[in-house]
């Protein structure tokens, strides 16, 4: 097992991880009686077993792979087949096809290949087995939410020890339950977090729920994460405003009143957004303008335009290699394998071509293209789309397709790549369709 970067001694990640473990045993001893919810459970807990080593991190894999197939297959969950899951089927046998291509013409060993496609298994079962769990036992939905609830609210309860055991130090590879080498789940979490009690609660937030939001918020601001003070106040402001589509009332105007509060401390409390370099730096909308463009895009004045700069400009680069007079060869089209993007370091990943100037500016379609190139991004793009367009209820369709298109393109890409979001994103897709066809019986009846 490797310390990450040496911020935090053995002893501490031992206090950290046993916090985590008995998270998870709560959750395991309450909700016991569903295999489904365990199987949703340990979908959170990857960095638990992950923090014993790479034999065990590996084990679990297959464990939650095998777990996922069995359920799938107890559960019988084609018999509710539908000409969208065709669809959606028809995608998933096309990625998967690109998938193995691609791997067949790399040197990526077994282990990473199936350890990369095992996630894309998982999120595909996930689809089939929540709009189960949500459609066909409607009489335990609010017990489904609730344990939903209870899962996200152990993060926060993982972060609060974070911030005890490590002084409030800022450790972005740390995430709760869900990470120990990548801090960008902080972000993702925080955002899913926010969009799932909006849900629960029906947009009615209560006191309580003002304190599960910071809750989330402390989660990126742990990681060191400055995504969420841009992203959080946009997020929140379409739940609350848009998708509703009605007047304001008290609760929606304190949520709005806190958002450039939000904004303001997060660019104080974070160093590398304010002109100071530190926490309680001073507030500077010209620095936050230029540091972000640099951060998306590179910096303009460096001498070599040869390499991508930034996650935005990493995506630039690939659209317009497409329209340039660049003929596109064989790496192109399928990539240059799984080992290069995850199974380097920052150091190794610099011997490689790969047309990013560092191993950070890679965003999550580009990442896709480095591993199983343009026809990597193509399958990717068809196999998940379908699934947004599934949501019938056009402004969460438009805000949903939205984030997720921003964390693919702009940003890392690990809504696709991490089963816990995964069924995150197909629970709201399932559960707002169930809404809607729960608020039309009813109008029926009243009719």
Same mark, same amino acid.
């Given at each position: 097992?490797?310390?990450?970067?040496?911020?935090?001694?053995?002893?501490?990640?031992?206090?950290?991880?046993?916090?985590?473990?008995?998270?998870?045993?709560?959750?395991?001893?309450?909700?016991?009686?569903?295999?489904?919810?365990?199987?949703?459970?340990?979908? @959170?807990?990857?960095?638990?077993?992950?923090?014993?080593?790479?034999?065990?991190?590996?084990?679990?894999?297959?464990?939650?792979?095998?777990?996922?197939?069995?359920?799938?297959?107890?559960?019988?969950?084609?018999?509710? @087949?539908?000409?969208?899951?065709?669809?959606?089927?028809?995608?998933?046998?096309?990625?998967?096809?690109?998938?193995?291509?691609?791997?067949?013409?790399?040197?990526?060993?077994?282990?990473?290949?199936?350890?990369?496609?095992?996630?894309?298994?998982?999120?595909? #079962?996930?689809?089939?087995?929540?709009?189960?769990?949500?459609?066909?036992?409607?009489?335990?939905?609010?017990?489904?939410?609730?344990?939903?609830?209870?899962?996200?609210?152990?993060?926060?309860?993982?972060?609060?020890?974070?911030?005890?055991?490590?002084?409030?130090?800022?450790?972005?590879?740390?995430?709760?339950?869900?990470?120990?080498?990548?801090?960008?789940?902080?972000?993702?979490? =925080?955002?899913?977090?926010?969009?799932?009690?909006?849900?629960?609660?029906?947009?009615?937030?209560?006191?309580?729920?003002?304190?599960?939001?910071?809750?989330?918020?402390?989660?990126?601001?742990?990681?060191?994460?400055?995504?969420?003070?841009?992203?959080?106040?946009?997020?929140?402001?379409?739940?609350?405003?848009?998708?509703?589509?009605?007047?304001?009332?008290?609760?929606?105007?304190?949520?709005?009143?806190?958002?450039?509060?939000?904004? #303001?401390?997060?660019?104080?409390?974070?160093? =590398?957004?304010?002109?100071?370099?530190?926490?309680?730096?001073?507030?500077?909308?010209?620095?936050?303008?230029?540091?972000?463009?640099?951060?998306?895009?590179?910096?303009?004045?460096?001498?070599?335009?040869?390499?991508?700069?930034?996650?935005?400009?990493?995506?630039?680069?690939?659209?317009?290699?497409?329209?340039?007079?660049?003929?596109?060869?064989?790496?192109?089209?399928?990539?240059?394998?799984?080992?290069?993007?995850?199974?380097?370091?920052?150091?190794?990943?610099?011997?490689?071509?790969?047309?990013?100037?560092?191993?950070?500016?890679?965003?999550?379609?580009?990442? =896709?293209?480095?591993? =199983?190139?343009?026809?990597?991004?193509?399958?990717?793009?068809?196999?998940?789309?379908?699934?947004?367009?599934?949501?019938?209820?056009?402004?969460?369709?438009?805000?949903?397709?939205?984030?997720?298109?921003?964390?693919?393109?702009?940003?890392?890409?690990?809504?696709?790549?991490?089963?816990?979001?995964?069924?995150?994103?197909? @629970?709201?897709?399932?559960?707002?369709?169930?809404?809607?066809?729960?608020?039309?019986?009813?109008?029926?009846?009243?009719?």
């Amino acid at each position: 097992m490797s310390l990450p970067y040496g911020l935090a001694s053995f002893f501490q990640l031992c206090i950290f991880y046993s916090i985590v473990f008995v998270t998870l045993v709560y959750l395991l001893k309450k909700y016991y009686y569903s295999k489904f919810y365990i199987l949703i459970v340990f979908l @959170f807990y990857p960095a638990f077993f992950e923090f014993f080593g790479m034999n065990v991190g590996n084990a679990y894999k297959v464990f939650v792979l095998i777990f996922t197939l069995w359920i799938s297959f107890r559960k019988n969950i084609y018999l509710s @087949f539908n000409s969208g899951d065709k669809l959606i089927t028809f995608f998933f046998v096309v990625f998967s096809f690109f998938f193995f291509v691609s791997t067949s013409k790399n040197d990526d060993d077994l282990t990473t290949i199936l350890s990369q496609f095992s996630r894309y298994v998982i999120a595909y #079962y996930l689809w089939f087995l929540v709009r189960k769990e949500i459609y066909y036992n409607q009489a335990k939905i609010e017990d489904f939410k609730r344990f939903i609830y209870d899962v996200i609210f152990m993060q926060i309860i993982i972060n609060i020890g974070k911030l005890i055991i490590f002084s409030g130090k800022q450790i972005e590879h740390i995430v709760g339950s869900l990470t120990l080498i990548g801090g960008g789940h902080a972000t993702i979490i =925080t955002i899913f977090g926010f969009i799932f009690l909006w849900l629960y609660r029906r947009g009615n937030f209560k006191f309580k729920d003002f304190l599960y939001i910071f809750g989330l918020i402390l989660i990126g601001f742990l990681a060191g994460k400055r995504a969420i003070w841009y992203m959080m106040p946009i997020v929140i402001f379409l739940f609350m405003v848009y998708i509703p589509n009605k007047k304001i009332n008290s609760t929606i105007f304190f949520t709005i009143l806190l958002m450039p509060i939000v904004f #303001y401390f997060g660019i104080r409390l974070t160093p =590398t957004l304010n002109p100071d370099n530190k926490i309680w730096g001073r507030f500077s909308i010209d620095h936050i303008m230029e540091y972000g463009n640099k951060y998306q895009f590179g910096d303009n004045t460096k001498e070599n335009k040869l390499v991508a700069q930034g996650r935005g400009g990493a995506t630039l680069s690939l659209f317009n290699k497409l329209y340039s007079d660049v003929v596109l060869n064989d790496k192109d089209w399928f990539g240059l394998g799984l080992t290069i993007m995850y199974n380097t370091s920052y150091e190794e990943f610099q011997n490689f071509k790969t047309g990013l100037n560092m191993k950070g500016s890679a965003s999550g379609i580009y990442q =896709t293209y480095i591993t =199983t190139g343009y026809m990597g991004v193509l399958s990717t793009i068809f196999l998940f789309s379908p699934m947004l367009l599934n949501i019938k209820i056009r402004r969460i369709r438009l805000v949903l397709t939205l984030i997720v298109c921003w964390e693919y393109f702009m940003y890392i890409g690990l809504i696709f790549r991490v089963p816990a979001f995964m069924f995150l994103l197909v @629970f709201f897709i399932h559960y707002f369709n169930y809404s809607l066809i729960k608020i039309k019986k009813i109008e029926v009846v009243h009719s």
